[in-house]
């Protein structure tokens, strides 16, 4: 897919300012739980959300309207108006000082319009549109969340938010954004109401780790070879997969495999394989698959519905690159499948266990791909008064901490109104063209390392 990168314009942006609580609220310290605050969760993530102009908006200011309303949903969700602070153990407390949350004023000289038809990351001047503020960053003693809303000449606007990740995960930020748009739209309180309660994914004490967690490898063995490639010679690209390219990519397994495969187990299998080709390591090396897993039904008790804070596991799959690239894929299907299967109730507390124990390690991500599915999360459904948005999800294609390992699947329509997943993918420039090569192969039908053509399956790894 084509991305409007290359499209340039000005933002003017009013000077940076604290939203606090619209009322009084607690000054309390509350921990965060030992799935949030793991090394792998520190740091920020930015979302944002385009919205078109709605006619009888048109003296109604987007910017005031949700400035009162994040001021309002601070009330119900202080937390997020407090810092940060570290205690013995690398433990993560938020104390409740009502300082508030950073928020921007913003106008840009240009229309929606002028982005595309089809918005999708990586998007032309996002550092414009979410403003770095000097400082902002750290992980400890800083604003939680940082806002700008930046209106467009149309009438239009961008809501971009970034969220300090130990806090909460996607659909945690979700439910926090629907609470400002029903506040926006008038409402007395959010919808649902927040629920804190961390110490329901706190280590057992003593803490009895029950699973092998081979997502926190220390070092994969010969993982540490070369150098990383600069981000200059990265290449960023986005792949739309609509019902056309699921029924290729569907056809190339047997029967029982195809029947029987989430969209998403068929997806990540078939990017896996490409990916790990295109990367080209040693037939002998280890290599993983890596997804985020929702856990909030999979408890006896589910977790509350109002439930903010990490709730997910990174499940593991583990194979060598010979066998990845070689073996057919429902080969690679099952080991997505399997891994997505061993996220448990216990599995949970085993690995808040683990974090205790390890002194909170982050995951591999050596020779890894890691999938956040955030299809589900809601984003596109965060209403603020102008209708749902046009696009809403991640800002860019991966996490800038770890480069060309994190692949977001993004809820997307694509020109002809077919809805689908939107993939960006970022690779190093050589191997993305490998990685074009090999898609494009099982997308016409053939899965050529397994002898397959288009709905036609040759024997069976199963």
Known sequence: MQSTKSLTFKVSRKNPELIAPAKATPHEF??????????????????IQFYRSQEGKGIMDPVKAIRDAVAKALVSYYPFAGRLRERAARKLVVECTGEGVMFIEADADVTLKQFGEALHPPFPCLKELLYDVPGSTQLLNCPLLLIQVTRLKCGGFIFAIRLNHTMSDAFGLVQFMSAVGVLACGAEAPSIPPVWERHLLTARDPPTVTHMHREYDDVIPDAKKGAPTPPQDMAHRSFFFGPAELSALRSLLPPHTRRNSSTFELLA???????TIAISPDPKDEVRFMCI??????????????YYGNAFAFSVA??????????????????????????????MRSLADVMVIRNRPHFSVARTYLVSDVRHAGFRKVDFGWGKPVYGGPAE??????????????????????????VPM?????????????????????????????????????
Not at 30 to 47: E, M, N, Y
Not at 269 to 275: D, G, H, T
Not at 328 to 344: M, S
Not at 397 to 422: A, Q, R, S, T, W
Request: aromatic share 8%.
């Open 30 to 47: 509350k921990l965060l739980s030992d799935i949030d605050d793991q090394d792998g969760l520190r740091f920020q993530i930015p979302v």
């Open 269 to 275: 299998a078939s990017l896996w394989r490409c990916r």
């Open 293 to 306: 897993v929702n856990t909030r039904r999979r408890f006896s008790q589910p977790l509350p519905a109002g």
């Open 318 to 347: 583990i194979a060598t690159a010979g066998d990845l690239s070689t073996r057919p894929l429902d080969f690679v299907v099952g080991l997505v499948k399997k891994a997505k299967d061993e996220v448990t109730e216990e599995y």
């Open 397 to 422: 294609g991966g996490v800038d901490e770890i480069p060309g390992v994190v692949n977001f699947y993004i809820p997307f329509m694509n020109n002809k109104g077919e809805d689908g997943v939107l």
């Open 426 to 462: 970022c690779l190093a420039a050589n191997a993305m063209e490998v990685f074009v090569k090999e898609l494009e192969g099982m997308l016409q039908g053939v899965d050529a390392v397994a002898g397959r053509k288009k709905g036609v399956f040759i024997g069976s790894a199963m």
